[in-house]
């Protein structure tokens, strides 16, 4: 990966963050947060 690709990436990661703030006060975030949690447990179960 360059230097370039990364920093597009970050940027749109950014973007999508404020967007996700200002459109749904931070709903996305949190239920993509929530989701990644219920998804670590469950790979945990079965370590």
Known sequence: MTDR???????VLALML???LV??????SL???RK?????DYLAFWR
């Open 18 to 20: 404020v967007a996700d």
């Open 36 to 40: 990644v949690a219920t998804l670590i």
């Open 5 to 11: 690709i990364a920093y597009v990436l970050a940027a």
């Open 23 to 28: 459109l749904f006060d931070w709903g996305a």
């Open 31 to 33: 239920l993509l947060a």
